[in-house]
DNA sequence: ACGCTATACAACTGTATGGTTGTATCAATG
DNA sequence: CATTGATACAACCATACAGTTGTATAGCGT
């Protein structure tokens, strides 16, 4: 299994930021220029640009321009991403339960 | 949508970390103790301490007193929060797609 | 060309984080 | 009960990060 693999630090990390997951959500409908998103939160137009250019970094959204805006659309193969990897360790959850079931099952065979 | 939740900041900024990932893919054995995660790291004890105290305050990882050892378990529901928010992104890019193909359709019929 | 709007980026500040070493607690064992 | 092993925690350092302000670039409207 691959923990590591550069982009799933990126990925993580800026899904680790409530403000950045709320652009995520934002910009899935890929409507809004940044200052638009920047409308919505109580910071600088500045700290939201940064809070996007973390999320490109991470392949979560891209931007595109759109006269001289740049709109901001979340890139879903990066959420597809982080899913894949939970759902290996969910697989390796469900193949410990099982082993732990066999040995059960097992043990009382022995038993009988 | 609650993107928001003070443990989503936590879950995913923990899972940000490559050693903390390996963590948590370890611990799903339940069978080591700190020390013994350590050992798989090329720092010190006290630095493996620190990042299984950052996955148990995320709800990742849970410590069981196992003699004069403490065992190490993930928590297979805090990786399941994660998910469940992932999904729920999932679903809002679907609907956003749905739209798209609905606003393509009647334009097409529009158009007859 | 000029001004306005949207974006980008650099420099700075305070705080959080990852790592270290050292000391303290707690449970098993001689 | 003194020692050893496993864990916990505090203090400290270096670096990263979230926020700020200020300046620069790119495109649209007049």
Redesign the interface.
């Known amino acids: 299994?691959q923990?590591?693999g550069p982009d799933?630090?990126?990925?993580?990390?800026?899904?680790?930021?409530?403000t950045r997951?709320?652009i995520?959500?934002r910009a899935?409908?890929?409507v809004e220029g940044v200052a638009e998103l920047a409308d919505h939160y109580p910071m600088s137009f500045a700290a939201v640009q940064k809070h996007v250019a973390v999320l490109e970094r991470a392949g979560l959204v891209t931007k595109q321009r759109s006269g001289r805006r740049k709109v901001v659309r979340?890139h879903?193969e990066g959420?597809?991403a982080?899913?894949r990897?939970?759902?290996r360790?969910?697989e390796?959850?469900r193949g410990?339960i099982d082993r732990m079931t066999a040995l059960i099952t097992t043990t009382k065979e022995r038993n009988k």
Do not use: K, N, P
Not at 8 to 18: I, K, M, S, T
């Open positions: 299994m923990t590591t799933f630090d990126r990925v993580f990390a800026a899904l680790g930021d409530a997951r709320d995520v959500r899935i409908a890929g979340t879903v959420l597809r982080a899913q990897l939970l759902d360790y969910e390796l959850w410990r």
